[in-house]
């Protein structure tokens, strides 16, 4: 590669004409490292895809607030500009190897920026399956980062430990949170309040069921359903992380086929 920026994507992602411009603009500071786009998911009108949008609506907000404080630690592997200079090779059975490269990028003293006027677009999984074992995937990839002590934040620098800490760790850490709350739930039943507690667990968590089985989009239950499955998910790829029993090649994921181009119409 001879050019001094190089630019990350995914096989199936879109791009505006003018993204690869807004991304790069940003490295006339020295100080910046690397840049990662936004990236939508287009035809989210099933009851998996309308609450993948709600969790992305969600990863871009923390997105932002962490580039107004100087920095974020999250990049999307299917948009994302760096330095030629920094790239440090990953090692070939790393699954998520845009993030470990990354955080390679802020241990090196460089910044991580979100530039969300860098638009691109890609189609959600179409089946509650694919979906599935897309999070177990990444959440396995987040596990063997943990195991094998790489692409973590450098310790010197406490805001982006902060950030890592909740924003990565915290929710990948997430069912096992729920379990100890549920326990806790259960062991101070006799407690007026936490008994209160515990009967909104068991509704939300009957809610998800019932969105399970009814497979309805209505948000009262298409959203616990996602929030339970999102979360079995991350528990499977927590085992199989640690057990690295997760296959680092990606398998094809069934997705909305494209058409002559971008819907935007159905995003």
Same mark, same amino acid.
């Given at each position: 590669?001879?050019?001094?920026?190089?630019?990350?994507?995914?096989?199936?992602?879109?791009?505006?004409?003018?993204?690869?411009? /807004?991304?790069?603009?940003?490295?006339?500071?020295?100080?910046?490292?690397?840049?990662?786009?936004?990236?939508?998911?287009?035809?989210?009108?099933?009851?998996?895809?309308?609450?993948?949008?709600?969790?992305?609506?969600?990863?871009?907000?923390?997105?932002?607030?962490?580039?107004?404080?100087?920095?974020?630690?999250?990049?999307?592997?299917?948009?994302?500009? &760096?330095?030629?200079?920094?790239?440090?090779?990953?090692?070939?059975?790393?699954?998520?190897? %845009?993030?470990?490269?990354? !955080?390679?990028?802020?241990?090196?003293?460089?910044?991580?920026?979100?530039?969300?006027?860098?638009?691109?677009?890609?189609?959600?999984?179409?089946?509650?399956?694919?979906?599935?074992?897309?999070?177990?995937?990444?959440?396995?990839?987040?596990?063997?980062?943990?195991? /094998?002590?790489?692409?973590?934040?450098?310790?010197?620098?406490?805001?982006?430990?902060?950030?890592?800490?909740?924003?990565?760790?915290?929710?990948? !850490?997430?069912?096992?949170?729920?379990?100890?709350?549920?326990?806790?739930?259960?062991?101070? &039943?006799?407690?007026?309040?936490?008994?209160?507690?515990?009967?909104?667990?068991?509704?939300?968590?009957?809610?998800?069921?019932?969105?399970?089985?009814?497979?309805?989009?209505?948000?009262?239950?298409?959203?616990?359903?996602?929030?339970?499955?999102?979360?079995?998910?991350?528990?499977?790829?927590?085992?199989?992380?640690?057990?690295?029993?997760?296959?680092?090649?990606? %398998?094809?994921?069934?997705?909305?086929?494209?058409?002559?181009?971008?819907?935007?119409?159905?995003?």
């Amino acid at each position: 590669v001879e050019t001094e920026l190089v630019v990350l994507s995914d096989a199936n992602a879109f791009y505006e004409p003018d993204a690869l411009k /807004h991304l790069v603009k940003y490295f006339q500071d020295p100080a910046v490292g690397c840049v990662s786009g936004r990236v939508t998911l287009l035809n989210t009108f099933n009851v998996l895809s309308l609450s993948e949008r709600v969790y992305q609506w969600y990863e871009e907000l923390l997105r932002r607030l962490e580039d107004r404080v100087g920095a974020t630690v999250a990049v999307d592997g299917a948009m994302c500009a &760096i330095r030629k200079e920094l790239y440090q090779k990953v090692p070939s059975n790393i699954i998520l190897d %845009d993030f470990v490269l990354a !955080m390679n990028i802020i241990r090196q003293g460089k910044r991580i920026i979100f530039a969300p006027e860098a638009q691109g677009y890609e189609y959600a999984p179409i089946t509650v399956k694919e979906g599935f074992k897309t999070r177990v995937r990444v959440t396995a990839g987040a596990m063997q980062t943990l195991k /094998h002590r790489i692409g973590l934040p450098p310790l010197g620098q406490p805001l982006l430990l902060f950030e890592y800490l909740f924003h990565k760790f915290l929710r990948w !850490m997430m069912p096992l949170l729920l379990l100890a709350i549920f326990a806790v739930n259960v062991s101070l &039943i006799d407690q007026g309040a936490y008994l209160a507690l515990l009967s909104a667990q068991i509704l939300f968590y009957g809610l998800a069921l019932l969105g399970y089985v009814t497979g309805s989009s209505v948000s009262i239950l298409s959203v616990p359903f996602y929030f339970c499955l999102q979360n079995i998910a991350i528990a499977a790829g927590i085992w199989q992380g640690l057990k690295d029993r997760q296959s680092v090649m990606w %398998d094809k994921v069934e997705r909305f086929p494209v058409d002559g181009g971008i819907e935007k119409g159905n995003d």
